[in-house]
């Protein structure tokens, strides 16, 4: 789960840092809809397994626009190795499908979108008007 909750505040940063418009907007998708479903998936763990969760992993945020699709590659490639879990509660398969629908429709959306990223020389602050544009292909 911990995972999970990085992910919607990975994907804002990434909003933020990003200003070529059709990026902005996905990631935008991307962190507004994860939360009401990773809560109830959270919830729906706590109730089969009869568990609450005792803690929360800390995960390290990154800021360089460069790294989106590296990053969804990397968390897509995690959910599916989340085989474990959902093979010991079926009653989280539809609702891990959803999560896992949204990721593959962001890089999927990510991927397809021809241009580049525009973002700013100073590690996400803006500065005048120079911007350096990079390809996150």
């Keep these: 789960i911990s995972v999970l909750l990085h992910s919607i505040t990975q994907g804002h940063i990434y909003h933020i840092v990003t200003y070529g418009h059709p990026y ?5 998708d991307f962190y507004e ?7 109830i998936f ?10 609450f ?3 929360i992993q800390n995960y390290k945020f990154d800021t360089d626009p460069k790294n989106i699709l590296k990053y969804f590659k990397k968390f897509l490639k995690t959910l599916k190795n989340s085989g474990k879990v959902l093979n010991k509660y ?18 999927y ?9 525009d973002v700013s020389l100073n590690n996400g602050a803006r500065k005048s008007n120079r911007r350096k544009y990079i390809s996150i292909n």
Excluded: C, N, W
Aim: charged content about 30%; aromatic content about 6%; glycine content about 4%.
């Design 109 to 117: 959306r990510l991927i397809r979108i021809k241009g580049t990223v």
């Design 42 to 51: 959270s919830e729906t763990f706590q109730k089969v397994s009869k568990s």
């Design 24 to 28: 902005h907007k996905i990631l935008k």
């Design 33 to 39: 809809k994860m939360p009401d479903l990773i809560d």
């Design 53 to 55: 969760l005792k803690g």
């Design 90 to 107: 079926p009653q989280l398969l539809e609702i891990f499908a959803d999560i896992y629908e949204l990721t593959t429709t962001t890089m």
